[in-house]
C-alpha cells in the first residue's frame, strides 16, 4: 500500500498547454507539499498545506496553483506551460503542522516534460 | 535564511571502503539537519536526522552522521561501503518556526566501484 502516490508518472505535453499532477496519501499526516527537482538534480520546495490551508508559498509563477480538497490530498495545476517547467515534481507529506523536526515522506515523483 | 552546502558533487569509493559524503551547514539559529537518499527514478527517502538530542545520530543501512556545531558539519559516514549504496544523497536543513520547510543541498551523487 503505497504512502505517497502520484500520478501520473510520466507527463509529456506541448508549450502552452495546461495540465495537472494529483497527489495522495494515505499516513494521515496534516502536512503535504510540492517540491521541484530541476535537470541537476536541485530540490526546492514550491508550496506546502497544512489541513487544506497554504503554509509555504515560495517565490513560483502564479501559472502554478496548488489545490487541496482534502488533508490527503494535494493538486498542482500548473497553466501555460513553458519549456522551464520540464522537471521532476514530488509530492512528500509529514505528520504535524510546523513540525520542523518531522520526516517528510516523498512520493515517486513525475517527471514532466514540455515540449 | 539557512543553507547547506555539499562538497563534492560526485564521489566514488571500492565496494567495502569507508564512505564520507560531506555537508556543511549555515544558520542563524540552531538547526535540524537531514540526510536523504534517493535511488535511481524513486522518490527521497530519509536516512537519519538531527534533532539536537544526540550529536552522533545512526541511520538506516549502516549509515551515521555526526553534528559538529564548531565545524557546521553534519557529515554522513558509512564504514564499509555496498554496491546498493549507489544512489543521490542530499543533505537538508529546517528551523524551528520555518514552517518545516526543508532547504536542500546540491546532492552528491555516490558511485561504488567494485
Known amino acids: 500500500d503505497t504512502a505517497v502516490s502520484q500520478t501520473p508518472k510520466y507527463l509529456v505535453t506541448q508549450m502552452g498547454n495546461d495540465k495537472s499532477i494529483k497527489c495522495e496519501q494515505n499516513?494521515?499526516?496534516?502536512?503535504m507539499y510540492w517540491y521541484k527537482q530541476d535537470s541537476k538534480k536541485f530540490l526546492k520546495i514550491m508550496f506546502s498545506?497544512?489541513?487544506?490551508?497554504?503554509?509555504i508559498n515560495e517565490t513560483v509563477p502564479n501559472r502554478f496553483s496548488p489545490k487541496s480538497p482534502d488533508k490527503a490530498h494535494l493538486n498542482l495545476h500548473i497553466n501555460s506551460l513553458e519549456l522551464g517547467d520540464s522537471a521532476v515534481y514530488f509530492c512528500?507529506?509529514?505528520?504535524?503542522?510546523?513540525?520542523?523536526?518531522?520526516?517528510?515522506?516523498f512520493g515517486p515523483g513525475t517527471r514532466l516534460t514540455v515540449l | 535564511a539557512q543553507s547547506v552546502t555539499q562538497l563534492g558533487s560526485h564521489v566514488s569509493v571500492s565496494e567495502g571502503a569507508l564512505v564520507l559524503l560531506r555537508c556543511n551547514y549555515s544558520s542563524s539559529v540552531p538547526p535540524y539537519l537531514f540526510w536523504y537518499v534517493q535511488y535511481p527514478n524513486q522518490g527521497l527517502q530519509l536516512l537519519l536526522k538531527?534533532?539536537?538530542?544526540?550529536?552522533l545520530v545512526k541511520g538506516i543501512n549502516g549509515f551515521e552522521a555526526e553534528f559538529k556545531k564548531s565545524e557546521t558539519s553534519f557529515h554522513l559516514t558509512k564504514p564499509s561501503a555496498h554496491m546498493s549504496d549507489a544512489a543521490e544523497y542530499f543533505c537538508?536543513?529546517?528551523?524551528?518556526?520555518?514552517?518545516?520547510?526543508?532547504?536542500f543541498g546540491t546532492g552528491t551523487q555516490l558511485k561504488v566501484e567494485l
Open positions: 499516513l494521515g499526516h496534516d502536512t
Open positions: 537538508a536543513v529546517s528551523v524551528t518556526g520555518g514552517g518545516n520547510k526543508l532547504t
Open positions: 498545506y497544512n489541513n487544506k490551508e497554504l503554509i
Open positions: 538531527y534533532t539536537s538530542a544526540a550529536t
Open positions: 512528500a507529506s509529514s505528520p504535524i503542522a510546523g513540525g520542523s523536526t518531522d520526516t517528510q515522506y
